[in-house]
């Protein structure tokens, strides 16, 4: 495979990670190494990992710093080519057929008449798109088959136009939560990547940079925080996302006068966003939130 010319002067890992940072995402040698071998070598870049770990930022950034537009393709269950490729606008195709005059024949099949959907998009201005198939594992198995074509010779087929093929390899970003396998078939055509929770220290990193006006104390005291929740068996762990809203939540309260524990405690909807879960640490919650904010 004939290896693709740096993006945006993006020549090295290094040089990726660095650009990354100036659009607020902290990447570290792993990610930074996948994202530019997929850019390199013109393949999708499959991103995996919990929740909240920092996969759709990932997709955002890298659309930042090449300057591209971020064409996102939300998967669920059911989803089909009609809302991942295209549609025919048939009111549209059935009006022109009425207006048209007796013996005058109307292509409804021409650009006018076609819906153009994520996929489709990124197939037409390659170079100016990054399509992120976002939770890949939501859809069924059968979309993922239908993914194949695309991923593989980044080309689509229309019945009514014939195969459609991108110029250019398009920028393509897949994430997946793990909520089950997806086909080895798929995993072949990407360049793969699994993003853990951050280490303490990158975490609270994060949230300094993210984050507006929190100090290093409180960063360290919330990364702290979420990593014991994780420990917890808990519906939904709190992501990075969650500690920097946490973080920046908790400091907003203090800036009003309330103490550091009590600003953990009335901020900690921002962290924990099920019933379920709160109730699970409400009995604990104050030696939780002393030993937090200690």
């Known amino acids: 495979m004939a290896l693709q010319p ?18 607020l995402y902290l990447a570290d040698d792993g990610i930074a190494t996948a994202a530019f071998l997929a850019l390199a070598l013109g393949k999708p870049l499959l991103l995996e990992g ?14 930042g710093i090449l300057g591209r537009q971020l064409i996102r393709l939300q998967c669920f269950e059911g989803i089909d080519a009609s809302a ?10 059935m009006l022109a057929i009425r207006q048209a005059r007796e013996g005058e024949s109307v292509d409804i099949y021409r650009d006018d008449f076609l819906i153009e959907r994520p996929m489709l998009a990124a197939l037409r201005r390659p170079d100016s798109t990054v399509l992120l198939i976002d939770e890949i594992d939501r859809s069924d198995h059968e979309f993922e088959a239908f993914l194949l074509e695309f991923l593989s010779d980044f080309s689509i087929s229309i019945p009514e136009r014939g195969t459609l093929r991108a110029a250019d390899r398009p920028v393509v970003v897949l994430t997946s939560n793990r909520t089950r396998d997806l086909h080895e078939a ?9 993003i853990p929770y951050p280490e303490p ?8 940079l993210r984050a507006s006006a929190v100090a290093e104390g409180t960063a360290r005291a919330v990364v702290h925080a979420v990593g014991l929740l994780r420990q917890e068996p808990l519906t939904k762990p ?16 203090a800036r009003t006068g309330a103490p ?3 600003a953990f405690r009335r901020s900690i909807g921002t962290a924990l966003k099920d019933e379920e879960d709160l109730a699970l640490m409400r009995p604990r919650m104050d030696a939780f939130i002393r030993a937090v904010a200690a």
Not at 6 to 16: D, K, M, N, Q, T
Not at 186 to 194: N, Q
Not at 201 to 208: G, P, T, V
């Open 6 to 23: 740096p993006i945006a002067g993006l020549s090295s890992p290094e040089a990726l990670a660095e650009a990354l940072r100036s659009a």
């Open 50 to 63: 919990a929740p909240g770990v920092g996969k759709t930022e990932a997709a955002k950034a890298l659309a």
């Open 84 to 93: 991942a490729l295209y549609e025919w606008n048939y009111p549209r195709q």
């Open 186 to 194: 798929l995993r072949r055509r990407c360049v793969y990547h699994y």
């Open 201 to 208: 220290a990158r975490e609270a990193a994060i949230i300094m």
């Open 238 to 253: 709190p992501g990075v996302a969650e500690a920097v809203d946490w973080a920046e939540a908790a400091t907003a309260l």
């Open 260 to 262: 550091w524990p009590e």
